[in-house]
């Protein structure tokens, strides 16, 4: 029988889990994007040093439709 406390455990590792894996995906966004180096370095570190507020802040002000005009989903096809 799992108690209350292994289960906000389990949760806990959870949302840590998807934190972890969303700054994955916007630091791979934003290295592969056309913003100067320090840009990229800039938005990097604040998403690395913090987590949760680096992705609000990203989403929110990031200008993502600007800065990846260039980029082509995985599975389109341009042909």
């Known amino acids: ?3 209350t ?3 906000l455990s389990y949760s806990g590792g959870i949302v840590g889990l998807l934190i972890l894996i969303l ?3 916007v630091i791979f966004e934003v290295i592969n994007s056309n913003r100067t180096v320090g ?3 800039g938005w990097a570190l604040l998403i690395f040093f913090f987590p949760i507020v680096g992705l609000i802040f990203y989403f929110l002000f990031g200008n993502r439709e600007h800065h ?3 980029y082509i989903p995985i599975g389109s096809s341009n042909a």
Do not use: E, R
């Open 1 to 3: 029988m799992m108690t």
């Open 5 to 7: 406390h292994n289960m």
């Open 23 to 25: 700054d994955l995906i």
């Open 39 to 41: 840009g990229k370095l």
């Open 68 to 70: 990846n005009s260039n």
